[in-house]
């Protein structure tokens, strides 16, 4: 099977410039350097039609930079992402629109000033899928399907609670007919019972219209409650891409480990936790070989000086960790 | 052994212009040396209210309009903001979801730090008050604290100015600390460091421990007692073991359902379908009757009361099984 989606040495870099004073002192001979960040460095993944791809790490890991390249509204600095059409489900529609993206907060991605009809119908009226005497029915439609009462067309942003607003960015993000959706954190904000809620529409929706997602989050519980397989990031790189349950019972990489171990659980009940020291490193200045080793309990000096490789260990589990080769 | 803090019947109410808001109503419950209770509940629960009244931080219009704040045999609710400056920072210290909530921008770690002890101790030397901050930043599990003692706040990250707070939380041994959804913004890492740190400090120096926090697995793993917030009232309270294994409310079911782990994979979620009411106009009875499917016309026209149950457990619900009444 050829997956819908495929992501080849995709990374992205983040240069500040040097500014005036330190070109000028370049000149007589200072050496300043431009300061380059690995936001996301070569990274390799494939997405098959209507699965539910967890991409989880910790803030500065690269996650958010990699969801946005995919979703197309920041462009690589090298490598490629790749939706293979031939898998869509409407042929019709512009490629460009087809993997629409769902954000963190619900407050600041909706323009304040328009309302909801407006909202919903901006792109698909643009973009010339429906005619602008069809925007009312199709607004209704639209927040139907994302569990809303349609008589909220005219409100503005402000007038919905947190939850609800999240809905009107889903309904915006489906108004599109997409086949692939990036959902950046999109329920980070909200409220325990409202993200349930959330959660639950966004598996109707996935059964409904035959959708693939990426689906970001740093909440670990999320990822396992929805994902079918896990990409593990630290630090710009993956380090374990493995199938849900894989990833629950046998995780490879000790940060996977660590990072599992840390998880507070309704079940586990009160307990000691032992979690893995030290902070995550600067971006800026990443540790040299595998970027885990300073914090890694089974670091050896090969792990200071080469950079691991991502290896299949087991079918369709990747890991990149020395200590495999050891085994 | 007397509690640490004995809260009764605590009403914070705020007197806006669209009406009166009861933050917090009708609030009891204790915590004893030692202990770790969490207060959970969602955005606008009062469970924060509940926090800041004990601080004595609540600002007009809000007010404390009755109920007593009993603190090692003192009510805090009757003391002027002078008598409680004594207190703040001192037998009682507060940590902040953010932690530059805590700390000042522009002052180094040490003079926030001796400023913190010689503010509550006049006799204390400059010098001592050092030594004394730097023996607290070491047991926050802060290494080389001589260094860092000489740093300002934005050198740090958000992991270790959370420790920061917590050392300038712990510079004087309060017996209460109220933490306020400390880890919300920290990563799992970082979160679990902060945790075991907090779980070491009380039960080496006996301080009782106030968490308040939106995220009941958190709770599950520190705390020994837990109060579920609704709308402004404690709804469910008990030993953290009992209520996992057992809720009993409504919504405290509801929360632990929507919960997603492993476990429910492939399952929908529990939802609790609705929203938080506005706490302006809540429904006459019981404040989760929109949104409980247990709900009956009882419900709607009184006010469920607390029924006690066996091991010091509370609550507010109509429909608790028969046979678990004490």
Request: with cysteine; hydrophobic share 40%.
């Amino acid at each position: 099977m050829k997956p819908i989606l495929q992501v080849q040495n995709l990374s992205k870099d983040f240069i500040k410039s040097l500014d005036l004073v330190a070109k000028g002192l370049n000149r007589i001979g200072q050496s300043y350097k431009e300061e380059v960040v690995h936001a996301v460095d070569d990274v390799n993944f494939s997405i098959f039609k209507g699965e539910i791809v967890g991409v989880v790490g910790e803030s500065g890991c690269g996650k958010s930079t990699l969801g946005r390249m995919v979703a197309g509204i920041l462009s690589p600095s090298t490598g490629s992402v790749e939706f293979d059409s031939s898998q869509a489900n409407n042929k019709e529609i512009p490629s460009a629109l087809r993997t629409q993206m769902i954000f963190q907060d619900p407050f600041s991605s909706l323009n304040p000033r328009k309302r909801v009809i407006d909202i919903v119908t901006e792109a698909p009226i643009y973009h010339k899928l429906i005619t602008p005497s069809e925007k009312r029915a199709f607004a209704t439609e639209m927040l139907q399907r994302v569990g809303l009462d349609p008589d909220t067309l005219e409100r503005y942003p402000h007038q919905f609670s947190g939850g609800q607003r999240q809905r009107v960015g889903i309904a915006r993000a489906l108004a599109v007919s997409p086949e692939f959706l990036v959902c950046d954190e999109s329920i980070a904000a909200l409220d325990v019972s409202i993200q349930a809620q959330i959660i639950n529409l966004f598996v109707d929706l996935k059964d409904t219209y035959d959708l693939t997602y990426l689906f970001i989050s740093h909440d670990i519980g999320v990822i396992e409650h929805i994902s079918d397989r896990v990409i593990v990031m630290y630090l710009g790189r993956i380090v374990e891409t493995a199938p849900i349950e894989t990833f629950v019972k046998q995780p490879n990489h000790p940060y996977t480990q660590a990072l599992l171990a840390g998880v507070p659980r309704l079940e586990v009940g009160k307990r000691q936790y032992e979690p893995i020291s030290g902070e995550i490193p600067s971006p800026l200045s990443p540790p040299t070989g595998c970027h885990f080793h300073p914090r890694c309990k089974f670091a050896t000096p090969r792990c200071k000086a080469e950079k691991p490789a991502l290896r299949e260990i087991a079918p369709a589990h990747f890991s990149a960790c020395h200590l495999n080769d050891e085994a | 052994m007397d509690p640490i803090l004995k809260i009764n019947n605590l009403q914070t109410h705020f007197f806006t212009k669209a009406g009166i808001l009861k933050a917090v109503d009708g609030v009891s419950f204790e915590i004893g040396a030692g202990e770790i209770v969490g207060l959970v509940g969602e955005s606008g629960s009062g469970k924060s209210i509940t926090g800041f009244s004990v601080m004595g931080l609540v600002d007009p219009p809000g007010k404390i309009i009755d109920g007593s704040i009993n603190f090692k045999g003192q009510d805090l609710s009757a003391l002027s903001n002078n008598q409680m400056q004594g207190f703040r920072g001192n037998r009682i210290a507060m940590i902040f979801q953010d932690p530059m909530m805590t700390l000042n921008p522009v002052l180094r770690i040490e003079t926030q730090m001796i400023e913190a002890i010689q503010a509550h101790d006049g006799s204390i030397s400059r010098e001592d008050a050092r030594i004394r901050s730097r023996d607290t930043l070491g047991l926050v599990g802060i290494s080389s604290p001589d260094e860092r003692l000489r740093a300002y706040p934005h050198q740090f990250s958000g992991g270790m100015r959370q420790r920061v707070s917590i050392a300038i939380a712990m510079l004087n041994r309060p017996d209460l600390i109220i933490a306020d959804e400390p880890t919300t913004a920290l990563d799992v890492t970082i979160q679990g460091q902060v945790i075991s740190e907090m779980q070491k400090l009380c039960r080496e120096t006996q301080t009782a421990l106030l968490w308040i926090t939106h995220d009941l697995a958190v709770v599950a793993g520190i705390a020994d007692r837990v109060c579920v917030m609704y709308a402004g009232r404690i709804v469910e309270q008990g030993s953290v073991a009992n209520i996992i294994a057992n809720p009993m409310h409504p919504y405290t079911q509801g929360l632990m359902g929507s919960v997603p782990s492993q476990n429910r994979r492939g399952k929908p979620l529990q939802q609790i379908n609705g929203m938080v009411p506005s706490m302006l106009n809540l429904p006459a009875g019981c404040a989760f009757q929109n949104r409980c499917n247990h709900a009956n016309e009882k419900c709607s026209k009184i006010q469920p009361d607390i029924t006690q149950l066996a091991d010091r457990r509370q609550v507010r619900c109509f429909n608790v099984p028969a046979g678990q009444q004490v």
